[in-house]
């Protein structure tokens, strides 16, 4: 199985100010076939089922706000939120589709400093 | 607009059995792979199962495989998750997810509570 690492578990920071939040897998999660990772970022807000932020490491979905940025490579991912606002407090989770079990980071909490 | 809405949770005693079902719709349901995905009160999100979406393929998380089966009904654009033998850690609210590669759309999931 691959085994989804997140760094920090929780994190407090302004608002106005950067978040960043890690993710490592056991192992490579990029699909040679079409040179893409398959990795993904959900945002969950509490009650709420999970939403989908960002696929293939870095592809924004569609009415993401763009202060939300996925990058990295292989093993290693980040997800930045550029400029944190009050409606950004939630976990996020990373998972990755390279695989089947598919699997999932433990979760980060971001809150308001 | 898509919609997954799940149904069949509720309290069971341990050892005992229960069908879960998502009812989809806005959008062609027989074109998509589906998954059941659970949440264990306060904890993180667990794979749980996968179904194809012309039902030749279905993939199980070790910790289900045997007990639970899914399955579909593409006419009535419904998936389900028969599970048996459930045990307390099954306890969860569990999620149906449409998928294209990723998880693009979660119902609001359906709680299951296993207890004695």
Redesign the interface.
């Known amino acids: 199985d691959i085994v989804m690492t997140q760094s920090p578990d929780s994190l407090a920071v302004s608002l106005g100010e950067r978040a960043t939040i890690n993710c490592k897998s056991s192992q490579s999660v990029l699909d040679s076939s079409n040179n893409k990772n398959c990795l993904a970022w959900y945002q969950q807000k509490p009650g709420q089922p999970p939403k989908l932020l960002i696929s293939w490491a870095s592809t924004r979905e569609s009415g993401v706000p763009d202060r939300f940025s996925g990058s990295g490579s292989g093993t290693d991912f980040t997800l930045t939120i550029s400029s944190l606002q009050a409606e950004d407090v939630a976990v996020y989770y990373c998972q990755q589709y390279y695989g089947t079990p598919l699997t999932f980071g433990g979760g980060a909490k971001v809150e308001i400093k | 607009e898509v919609q997954l809405v799940e149904s069949g949770g509720g309290l069971v005693q341990p050892g005992t059995s229960l069908r879960l079902s998502c009812a989809a719709s806005g959008f062609t349901f027989s074109s998509h792979w589906m ?1 059941w995905v659970r949440q264990a009160p306060g904890k ?4 749980v199962s ?1 179904i194809s979406s012309d039902v030749s393929i279905t ?1 199980y ?2 910790s289900v495989k045997g007990r639970f089966t899914i399955s579909r009904d593409n006419a009535k654009n419904t998936l389900y998750l028969q599970m048996n033998s459930l045990r307390a850690e099954d306890t969860a609210v569990y ?1 149906c997810a449409r ?1 294209s ?4 759309y ?4 359906t709680l299951v509570t296993v207890s004695s």
Request: charged share 15%; no cysteine.
């Open positions: 998954h993180g999100l667990v794979w996968r993939s998380a070790d999620y998928s590669a990723v998880f693009d979660w119902g609001q999931g």
